[in-house]
């Protein structure tokens, strides 16, 4: 059948809005579908895990700047803890000579307060360093302690109170604006590694230990007493000076804390923290005891031989040993593990092989063996803290331990002094005997503090 072109204008105009409607129904189906699609990206990304955030300032436990900070933090600890180790050939000069109008318990206390400055002020270095860094507090702390051994070489015999300002008070006020940075820098570089590198900057304490005595008793009969301290002040100076250059910061700084903050009191809530505190704190009672007698115990044993004045130098000596090798192990082991075990160490050996040593090898053992167990504790005892504190905060906690020790280190040797009232072998007895106790009650805590981490006998804590 024909049709006419009026027809065919009028089928096309009934087909044109058919095929509209059919290609926009198709154009809204695209539309949906993509929507869909885009949708269903969105959810396949939503599911994905972020990216994990990385710390530009994490610990690269190593490289050139990491280990040359520990070098330099080494003769920080060197010249500053390596002094207060060398004490005991100090008290032992003291008593016999520069010193002999005074009794033992005023000269010990020139040790005692040493020790109590240098931890006491920790508290507010930690903080300094948190806010400030190394670049300033390395050289100050090495000007101080310098000028205050230039001091202590020119003092006068039987005047204790220049002893008291200038080796006991002034130089630890130096000295603690500069070793408790140089521990808290090594821990902004290293966290695996980091009771190894801690335990090599106290290594360089107890090589002072080692070094400062011997040249006392060689120097000191031969230019005098003066010169000898002044040569010591030379060394000093030399240590800081490499050590300004050396010790780097890691972390930028921040703001400094209003004062009432600074002193981290929170820290003791953590009862892990609280714990491990009161243990040290016990510790720190006794631990000094045979390195501020034992010269003395020797004298009063064999007197003025050839062997008396170099049983500090052989305490310090294995001390390098305990400070170095036994933090290797607790890296693998756990830090905890080996603290509480090796002051366990320490008070046996006080009460078995001290309280027996009669003869002068025996006390040549007792120094070496002491010397090498005690020696984790100094150097664990702020690889624990940063362990459980977090990394902003680990420079004022270790602080704030140390300020906590501060008044066990002032009481500590005083009383051991206390009992001995002449220097005869049954009072030296009675300081065997208070030294081994309070050592084991101390190590008790710290076991304590220990399995509040983590209860499992054998876990690595």
């Not at 000579?97 to 307060?113: K, V």
């Not at 300033?136 to 230039?150: D, K, R």
Request: proline fraction near 6%; charged fraction near 15%; charge should be positive.
């Amino acid at each position: 059948m024909s049709t006419t072109p009026s027809t065919q204008l009028e089928d096309q105009a009934t087909a044109t809005p058919a095929r509209s409607a059919s290609m926009s129904s198709v154009k809204k189906g695209d539309e949906v579908d993509l929507e869909k699609r885009i949708n269903e990206k969105e959810e396949v990304l939503d599911g994905q895990p972020d990216a994990p955030v990385v710390d530009p300032y994490a610990p690269p436990d190593g490289g050139w700047q990491a280990w040359s900070t520990v070098v330099g933090s080494t003769l920080v600890g060197f010249s500053t803890f390596g002094v207060v180790n060398a004490f005991g050939q100090f008290s032992s000069f003291y008593r016999s000579d520069y010193l002999s109008n005074y009794n033992a318990t005023l000269i010990s206390m020139i040790g005692a307060i040493q020790v109590f400055v240098l931890y006491f002020c920790g508290a507010f270095s930690g903080s300094l360093f948190d806010a400030y860094g190394p670049k300033y507090m390395i050289p100050s702390s090495g000007v101080v302690t310098t000028f205050a051994f230039f001091m202590l070489s020119i003092t006068k015999p039987q005047q204790i109170y220049q002893q008291y300002l200038t080796q006991a008070i002034l130089f630890n006020l130096g000295a603690t604006f500069g070793f408790f940075p140089a521990l808290s820098v090594v821990t902004h570089w290293f966290e695996k590694k980091r009771a190894y590198a801690l335990g090599c900057v106290l290594a360089g304490a107890s090589a002072g230990g080692i070094v400062f005595p011997i040249m006392l008793s060689k120097l000191v009969p031969r230019v005098g007493f003066g010169w000898a301290v002044r040569a010591i002040a030379f060394i000093i100076l030399g240590s800081y000076v490499i050590a300004t250059f050396t010790i780097k910061a890691r972390r930028p700084p921040k703001p400094l804390p209003p004062l009432s903050r600074i002193i981290d009191i929170a820290a003791f809530r953590d009862p892990r923290y609280a714990l491990f505190a009161a243990g040290a704190w016990l510790n720190i009672l006794s631990v000094f005891n045979p390195f501020f007698y034992i010269t003395i115990y020797g004298t009063v044993m064999h007197g003025q031989d050839s062997v008396t004045p170099y049983l500090l130098p052989i305490m310090n000596a294995t001390s390098i040993f305990g400070r170095t090798l036994p933090a290797i192990l607790a890296d693998k082991v756990g830090r905890f593990n080996v603290i509480s075990v090796t002051t366990l160490l320490c008070a046996i050996f006080s009460l078995s092989l001290w309280y027996t040593s009669t003869s002068e090898s025996s006390i040549i053992a007792f120094a070496a063996v002491y010397g090498f167990v005690s020696g984790p504790f100094f150097t664990l005892m702020p690889a624990c803290v940063s362990q459980i504190s977090p990394l902003d905060k680990i420079g004022g906690r270790i602080g704030m331990l140390f300020a906590t020790l501060s008044f066990g280190a002032l009481a500590g040797t005083p009383i051991g002094g206390v009992f001995i009232r002449t220097y005869s072998r049954e009072h030296f007895e009675h300081l065997i005997l208070y030294t081994g106790i309070v050592g084991l009650a101390g190590s008790a805590l710290l076991f304590a503090a220990r399995f509040k981490c983590d209860s499992r006998f054998l876990a690595r804590v």
